[in-house]
T-cell receptor, first 114, second 115 residues
Framework: DQQVKQNSPSLSVQEGRISILNCDYT??????FLWYKKYPAEGPTFLIS?????DKNEDGRFTVFLNKSAKHLSLHIVPSQPGDSAVYFC?????????????FGTGTRLAVRP | DGGITQSPKYLFRKEGQNVTLSCEQN?????MYWYRQDPGQGLRLIYY???????QKGDIAEGYSVSREKKESFPLTVTSAQKNPTAFYLC??????????????FGDGTRLSIL
């Protein structure tokens, strides 16, 4: 049962344009959502997060949007840079569940073309 | 520099052998986690520990064991009972929910292969 889904395994974007990565979830108990960036043979690096009491959180070039009614979140990267090329994972956690364990999506590989 | 150190980076296991993956953190985090990543899949939780001397099974604990004798250390043993151990193993830590919503921070992983 995949509670967090990233339906696009890959995305290719021109440098300078916007990258939009999407994530859907099914568990209505999730109240904290995160995006991680991962390079090959390295651990994931935390990018940005959002609590369910908000619908938008911005940090520099990265913005996360949360639509609770649709159980959907997205990560916008503007402008995209070649160094952004990596696999992006969304993750979610629910309160009072197994500590603050994260449930991960399967990832989207972003390629930013120069 | 605070962080999470996993060792070794690469590990080979013979059939029927137990191997132990090391994870050390100097972030003073209470909670620690072990995940497994397989190609084309997300990270799946093996075990987690919210406090010293306490740990719980995650979603795929069969064939694995852990200990949490010190706050800084959370070693994972892959036993011979784990029939498909080839994967990339990631250790993470966090302050835990008592500190409010906080992200988990990851080490650089250990790649385990079968000889």
């Amino acid at each position: 049962d995949q509670q967090v889904k990233q339906n696009s395994p890959s995305l290719s974007v021109q440098e300078g344009r916007i990258s939009i990565l999407n994530c859907d979830y099914t568990n209505s108990m999730f109240d904290y959502f995160l995006w991680y960036k991962k390079y090959p043979a390295e651990g994931p690096t935390f990018l940005i997060s959002i609590s369910s009491i908000k619908d938008k959180n911005e940090d520099g070039r990265f913005t996360v949007f949360l639509n609770k009614s649709a159980k959907h979140l997205s990560l916008h990267i503007v402008p995209s840079q070649p160094g952004d090329s990596a696999v992006y994972f969304c993750a979610a956690s629910a309160p009072h569940s197994s500590g603050d364990k994260l449930t991960f999506g399967t990832g989207t590989r972003l390629a930013v073309r120069p | 520099d605070g962080g999470i150190t996993q060792s070794p980076k690469y590990l080979f296991r013979k059939e029927g052998q137990n191997v132990t993956l090391s994870c050390e953190q100097n972030l003073n985090h209470d909670a620690m986690y072990w995940y497994r990543q397989d190609p084309g899949q997300g990270l799946r939780l093996i075990y987690y520990s919210q406090i010293v001397n306490d740990f719980q099974k995650g979603d795929i604990a069969e064939g694995y064991s852990v200990s949490r004798e010190k706050k800084e250390s959370f070693p994972l043993t892959v036993t011979s009972a784990q029939k498909n151990p080839t994967a990339f193993y990631l250790c993470a830590s966090s302050t835990g929910r008592t500190g409010g919503n906080q992200p988990q921070h990851f080490g650089d992983g250990t790649r385990l292969s079968i000889l």
